[in-house]
């Protein structure tokens, strides 16, 4: 499938519409902008070796910081061996092989790696994105806070400590946010 083409663009249309249709992606990346879909495919005997992201991906008029890659599985995992995304983070190193249609996003800026696949094809697409908030950390820290409001809001309703929660994690994405 060639960038550009009629159904190249029909189906990277249908992932990023995926994409900004997750309201659990939306609130764990808080993305500012998004790379365009890229897809990759390996047959049997292809990997691609350890790296780490582009900082910044894009020309001068479109540039983004590469924050977040998204790999999003495109092939039953059924179809094909090996082919698993190793991610490698705080010295642990983590494989990931998910079912078609669901997808891992990890910081772009950690080593990993696909490993070779041994039959079938696999095939992915992935996003990188640039969120508001560039700090891993701080993004970590609102993804608890936004679990912490949907536990207290199931827990106890609309109640003050839900009130609270959701109060200081907006006020630290103003504080924090990069537009």
Do not use: C
Request: charged share 20%; no cysteine; aromatic share 8%.
């Amino acid at each position: 499938m060639t960038q550009g083409a009629p159904e190249y663009e029909q189906i990277a249309r249908i992932v990023r519409e995926a994409f900004m249709r997750s309201g659990e992606l939306q609130a764990a990346l808080l993305p500012a902008m998004a790379t365009s879909v890229l897809f990759n495919r390996y047959s049997q005997g292809m990997e691609y070796g350890p790296h780490v992201d582009t900082p910044v991906m894009g020309s001068m008029s479109n540039a983004i910081r590469s924050d977040i890659a998204i790999t999003i599985f495109l092939s039953d995992p059924q179809s094909y061996d090996g082919g698993e995304l190793t991610v490698f983070m705080n010295g642990i190193s983590s494989q990931f092989k998910l079912e078609a249609g669901a997808a891992i996003a990890y910081p772009a800026n950690t080593l990993h790696h696909v490993t070779p696949v041994t039959r079938g094809v696999r095939d992915a697409a992935i996003i990188w994105v640039q969120s508001q908030v560039r700090d891993p950390a701080k993004r970590e820290v609102l993804w608890d806070m936004e679990n912490a409001k949907h536990l207290t809001f199931k827990r106890e309703g609309k109640s003050q400590a839900f009130d609270l929660i959701s109060k200081s994690r907006a006020n630290l994405i103003r504080m924090w946010a990069e537009t």
